[in-house]
């Protein structure tokens, strides 16, 4: 089995080695890193190809874009897509590989924020209940580059949700595993935004997702709501 593990990035220069010498240190098998960058102003793209990763560029910063972009110049058997502040589990590749020797096409880990709090801890218990409404982009997704293929892939005129979508999507065809070991990501902006205010964003915007208005128009609420407290 080999790897394709892709990372979309804008100005990720902070975090992004974290993640790339995880990778490096525990990957001992067939792999691959795509790095697809949207022009990042800071050191994003020198980190990536000092690690030997594939620099792809995307005039766009929007990571449906990016990812799809990864995923068509991947020659993985699998695709590992990741955000560029999370840092996998110690054993993530046996642990993938197990998912898929068990019959499972696409999954995801369950999730650990660093650094946690009360609050945070509460929401880490969610991540393991098979609801849609539970799943994020930060848990990660692997899956079959057949299956993402077959599922229409990312669907890239999504500005947010993008996640949610192809989940969605891949449900209806197949059965989706949620590891037990556990992603860690950056609570970076639950610091920024404060963790009441960023939590309510995120139900608003998974119930106008349901409710079914246009992606745009959710990432200007969901920006706007942060940035002045209004929808």
């Known amino acids: 089995m080999k790897l394709s ?27 691959e890193i795509i790095v697809v960058d949207a022009n990042s102003t800071d050191k994003t793209a020198d980190i990536a190809l000092e690690h030997n990763a ?15 972009m ?25 642990d993938i590989k197990t998912a898929f020797t068990t019959g499972y096409k696409f999954g995801c880990f369950r999730l650990k ?13 969610f991540v393991g209940i ?3 409404i539970c799943r994020g982009g930060d848990q990660g997704l692997f899956i079959t580059a ?5 599922v229409g892939g990312f669907t890239t005129s999504l500005h947010i949700m993008e996640d949610i979508d192809i989940i969605r999507k891949g449900v ?6 949620i590891l037990q070991s556990r992603m860690k990501t950056s609570s970076r902006d639950y610091i920024k ?23 745009e128009k959710l990432r200007l609420k969901l920006k706007n709501y942060l940035k002045n407290g209004r929808v």
């Open 70 to 94: 990864g995923a068509k110049v991947a020659t993985g058997d699998v695709l590992f897509f990741i955000h560029a502040d999370s840092i996998p589990p110690q054993n993530f590749l046996e």
């Open 130 to 132: 098979p609801w849609l």
């Open 5 to 31: 593990i892709i990372i979309p990035c804008l100005n990720e220069a902070e975090l992004l080695p974290a993640l790339l010498s995880r990778i490096k240190i525990t990957s001992t098998t067939n792999y």
């Open 172 to 177: 209806r065809k197949s059965k989706f595993a």
């Open 146 to 150: 057949n299956f993402y293929k077959a």
């Open 193 to 215: 935004y404060g963790h009441f205010r960023l939590q309510f964003a995120f139900a608003l915007v998974h119930l106008a997702y349901w409710l079914g208005v246009d992606s």
């Open 113 to 125: 924020f660093m650094p946690s709090n009360g609050f945070l801890k509460f929401f880490e218990i």
């Open 54 to 68: 594939l620099l792809i560029q995307s005039s766009i910063a929007r990571r449906s874009i990016q990812m799809d």
